[in-house]
């Protein structure tokens, strides 16, 4: 009876380390749901759902938290996302792992219509997602920094 109760015991502890282990790992990457802050405000922007397909990353809005004068519709974009509902909007996408980083990928910005290169970064443990946007080199450009939801 002791044997059984350490076995037990052991099962327990080995099992609960696999799936500490298994939560850790999904922070190791940057697929999952995020959450956007406004540069300005400091106020939420939008839940951002980043998924991986063929090695490469795109993250299109879940949802949007919307100033009462705010459109939900994409109206600067320009050609088939023109007045493109916000929400179901891929706006990260070609984002390639290289490193610690991931880069050569595009981001929207709906607010002006205009897509810029890309590239993001995990931190502080996989809890926070830096994105930079920029025309050219990385140098030209601004980041934001992501907070992880799940």
Same mark, same amino acid.
């Given at each position: 009876?002791?044997? #059984? ?20 790992? /999904?922070?190791?990457? =940057?697929? %999952? $749901?995020?959450?956007?802050?406004? /540069?300005?405000? %400091? ?6 759902? @980043? ?9 299109? @809005?879940?949802?949007?938290? $919307?100033?009462?004068?705010?459109? =939900? ?7 088939? $996302?023109? /007045?493109? =509902?916000?929400?179901?909007?891929? @706006? ?6 290289? %490193? /610690?980083? *991931?880069?050569?990928? +595009? ?8 897509? *810029? ?15 930079? %946007?920029? @025309?050219?080199?990385? #140098? $030209?450009?601004?980041? +934001?920094?992501?907070?992880? +939801?799940?």
């Amino acid at each position: 009876m002791h044997i #059984l109760r350490r076995s037990t015991v052991f099962a327990l502890a080995a099992v609960a380390a696999l799936m500490s282990s298994a939560a850790w790992a /999904d922070n190791t990457s =940057p697929v %999952g $749901l995020w959450r956007n802050v406004d /540069d300005v405000s %400091g106020k939420p922007r939008a839940l951002v759902r @980043i998924t991986e397909s063929n090695g490469a990353l795109q993250g299109r @809005i879940e949802k949007v938290f $919307l100033a009462a004068n705010e459109s =939900p519709t994409c109206a600067k974009c320009e050609g088939a $996302l023109k /007045d493109a =509902p916000v929400v179901g909007l891929v @706006i990260l996408s070609g984002l390639k792992k290289d %490193g /610690d980083d *991931y880069t050569g990928g +595009q981001i929207l910005d709906p607010d002006n219509g205009k897509v *810029y290169s890309s590239k993001i970064h995990l931190t502080d443990e996989g809890k926070k997602l830096t994105v930079r %946007g920029f @025309i050219g080199v990385s #140098l $030209l450009g601004r980041s +934001q920094v992501w907070e992880r +939801q799940e």
